[in-house]
């Protein structure tokens, strides 16, 4: 019986897989057969790669600076370059965070969020299009937040608004390109322990409020993603576009 969630042969990209959710999706489409290029910004790209190798999985790494057009675009090729001149599979998962009261939220650093976390999304998006196209398949994974659905957390307007900007650029993508072959999903995660809520969990009081929001009454880990991140990367899930998933223990529910 054919196995509709195996990726064997894929080709896949991940940004920011070095850590956190990011590579727990890449662990994910890794174990299911895939070859997957990490992108990051540091070397933990280069030490999860090898941990992933060591286990005998098909794991490349290559750092970028998300924040330069022209770096991430030499990232991209160099990610391209590995995979053989071939893709099958994009997440976009990288992702920066500046915790500011809007009314003195500084517009440089609004610019570096929006860059980052928006702008390289649809960047990648582009780039990664006439290589899908050419195959007449493609699957693109944007990773967004629950703020795109609601207002979880304060003082981080500019990550609401380009997470926001993420759930809408899934559908509008997936309207345009589906006649490529080309499906454009997202995963919106809910409390997730990473470098960006780092802060949170350091705030007890934040924290325990935080466990308020979530029915299941825990926080998520990366490899809570795994199971969406397959579905949505594989055959199973060819029928699944323009969607904006939660992964929130039930938060949205509360």
Known sequence: MKNIFDLTDRKAIVTGGGKGIGQGIAE?????????????SSDAVLAARDAFRARGLGAHAVKGNFLSRDDRARAFDEAIALLGGTLDILVNNAGIQRRVPAEDFPLDQWDD?????????FDLCQRAFPYMKARGYGKIINV???NSFRSVAQNIAAYQAAKSGIHQLCRALADEWSEFGIR???????WTGTDLTA????DNEKYARTLQQIPLGRWATPEDYKGLAILLASQAGDFINGTMTPVDGGCLAR
Do not use: D, H
Not at 113 to 121: F, K, Q
Not at 184 to 190: D, F, L, S
């Open 199 to 202: 802060a949170v969990v350091k």
């Open 28 to 40: 994910g489409l890794l174990e299911f057969g895939a070859e997957v290029v990490l992108v990051g």
């Open 184 to 190: 454009v999903n997202g995963i919106a995660p809910g």
């Open 144 to 146: 967004g937040s629950l």
């Open 113 to 121: 969020v929006l860059e980052v976390n928006l702008t390289a999304v």
